[in-house]
């Protein structure tokens, strides 16, 4: 059972949260500062519950500041959830912007208080998972988790699949969406098998001129064409005794697939102009975003040749079906990027949170680390934003987000902050003009502006 600690120095309320909260967690109580961090370093509680109001200055709340201070600092990954006074929003705000989680004001609703822990303590158990990854060797997961993040059951799959495989000089086919690390498996595979001191090479079949592509590939014979001057070695040959990636291998004209065969059928190439046989031991993987079989149905792919690359299938799943791991990643591309860049931005509010796990994420993998990127470059502060993160050009609510991952309160309040923001851009953040426009009062429009952490965009 997890572990809670609750901060209140007011004996009713705490009562009553120990009592409405001992079936999910275990709960522990301090009614002080000193006494809390005491309970904090004892049991190292992933999620704490903090009243602003403690001794000596119940009444006030600058104790439960130097108490949220002083548990971040001796605890970094602890989520605290302020609980404050009813219409005291303002040192809540302070207090998120300091650091906490998220904050409930009293009176409390049980259940509401019970999801909020909930999502808490399910945030942090991503972020531990994050590092446990990052942290672990080549023999516990069988790849560089620094390169290749996953913790889902799909993704735990494909990482097995790759310890099964690596072992063998077997051809391997990745398939998935586009930006979904295809790129990183086949290097995993690499530095995971025997061939792992010999050279990776990578090719981008769709990349390279039809006209150009065959010698990139096999190479030439000095003036095999114009231009020609001296004999090259192809990718195929610079990968002999190593691993060579073929990249977007649906795209192969017909062509090249017919010399391609032949040189997995018969380990040997002739560079063009040559007429030389060339032995070279190189392992095969290749990748495509295409379905190959319908490819094959078409006529634009040999389906001699795709039994020849695919004696192992790989699949990769796109972001939106790898249930906890676009927190774990997004919280590991803000870290690296917050270092890389010295910015001060450290973690994601509670909306920015919503935001990303509801969002479709049709880029996948690379999406998400350019719009974590964009975030930390554009953020000036230590928490980001749901204003910071940008998505891809044309992306609409009704194509990309996810309504099984939003509740109606979090539908109407994505619609209602993207129709005050555009507003204000359409009338240059006139306030005067943006509430008549959205037909609400400016006291209104001011709230709302509040609400949504708007105030810099007036700036």
């Not at 207090?95 to 822990?117: R, T, W």
């Not at 290097?187 to 010698?215: M, Q, W, Y």
């Not at 002999?240 to 040997?268: A, C, H, M, S, Y």
């Amino acid at each position: 059972m997890e572990k809670l600690v609750i901060i209140e120095d007011d004996q009713t309320i705490s009562s009553q949260l120990r009592w409405g909260l001992a079936h999910d967690y275990e709960v522990f109580v301090a009614g002080n500062r000193q006494d809390a961090l005491q309970l904090i370093h004892k049991h190292v509680p992933k999620v704490v519950t903090l009243d602003l109001g403690l001794p000596p200055d119940a009444s006030g709340c600058e104790e439960g500041f130097h108490c949220l201070d002083e548990i971040l600092r001796r605890a970094p990954a602890t989520k605290i959830v302020m609980i404050t006074g009813n219409g005291d929003r303002n040192n809540a705000l302070r207090a998120v912007q300091n650091g906490a989680y998220d904050y409930y004001s009293k009176p409390f609703d049980l259940a509401e208080l019970k999801v909020i822990l909930a999502r808490a303590f399910h945030l942090a158990a991503i972020e531990k998972d994050n590092i446990r990854l990052q942290q672990s060797s080549l023999d516990q997961h069988g790849f560089n988790a620094g390169r290749l993040i996953g913790g889902s059951p799909r993704m735990l799959e494909v990482f097995s699949s790759i310890r099964k495989v690596a072992s063998s000089s077997a051809a391997v086919l990745i398939t998935g969406e586009s930006g979904t690390g295809k790129e990183l498996v086949a290097r995993a595979v690499h530095d995971l098998s025997t061939r792992k001191t010999r050279d990776f090479i990578a090719i981008n079949c769709g990349a390279i001129p039809e006209n150009l592509l065959e010698s990139e590939l096999f190479g030439h014979e000095r003036g095999a064409f114009t231009g020609a001057n001296n004999r090259v070695q192809g990718k195929v040959e610079y990968a002999n005794k190593g691993t060579l990636f073929l990249d977007e291998i649906g795209e192969l004209p017909l062509t090249l697939q017919v010399k391609l065969l032949r040189f997995l059928q018969e380990k040997t190439i002739q560079r063009v102009g040559g007429r030389e046989d060339i032995s070279v031991d190189a392992r095969i993987i290749a990748a495509t975003n295409r379905d190959i079989t319908k490819e094959i149905e078409t006529g634009s792919f040999r389906e001699d040749l795709y039994y020849r690359i695919s004696v192992i299938h790989i699949h990769l799943p796109p972001l939106r079906e790898r249930d906890g791991d676009i927190m774990l990643m997004a919280n590991f591309f803000l870290r690296r990027f917050g270092t890389d860049l010295r910015k001060k931005a450290r973690r994601f509010s509670a909306a920015a949170v919503k935001l990303l796990e509801s969002y479709e994420w049709p880029g996948n993998v690379r999406e998400l680390e350019n719009t974590v990127q964009r975030a930390v470059i554009m953020s000036d502060e230590t928490i980001i934003e749901p204003e910071a993160l940008i998505f891809s050009p044309g992306t609409t609510k009704e194509k990309f987000f996810r309504p099984s991952k939003l509740t109606l309160k979090d539908a109407r309040e994505m619609i209602e902050r993207e129709m005050v923001v555009a507003a204000m851009e359409s009338k240059n953040n006139n306030m005067a003009k943006t509430a008549e426009a959205l037909g609400i009062s400016r006291p209104t429009l001011y709230d709302l502006v509040k609400k949504y952490n708007l105030m810099k965009s007036l700036e």
